[in-house]
């Protein structure tokens, strides 16, 4: 049989173990906000909005997607010829 009863409460965490574990937690917060400054400066933004794109433009090993420069090269092209076929006649 257990030794515990049912009506023993568990033993209250002593002021110092609460102050631990709050320093224990500033310093995580800390450190999760120092991450996320790091990851949202304008450079790792760039950075990251550089890889998205080079990596639609690539498949997993590194190869190049044809059918995606395609695709890229003809809207380039469409928007061109729109904007040649709307400009105004000086």
């Known amino acids: 049989m257990s030794d515990v009863?049912?009506?023993a409460k568990p033993a209250a965490p002593s002021v110092v173990d609460l102050q631990a574990e709050i320093a224990a937690s500033r310093e995580e917060?800390?450190?999760t906000i120092a991450q996320l400054k790091a990851e949202t400066t304008p450079k790792a933004l760039a950075r990251r909005g550089g890889r998205t794109i080079t990596g639609w433009f690539t498949d997993e090993y590194g190869g190049v997607r044809p059918?995606?420069?395609a695709i890229?090269?003809?809207v380039v092209v469409g928007l061109i010829v729109l904007r040649i076929a709307t400009r105004k006649r000086d």
């Open 67 to 69: 059918e995606r420069v």
């Open 5 to 7: 009863t049912p009506d």
């Open 29 to 31: 917060l800390v450190a």
């Open 72 to 74: 890229a090269g003809a």
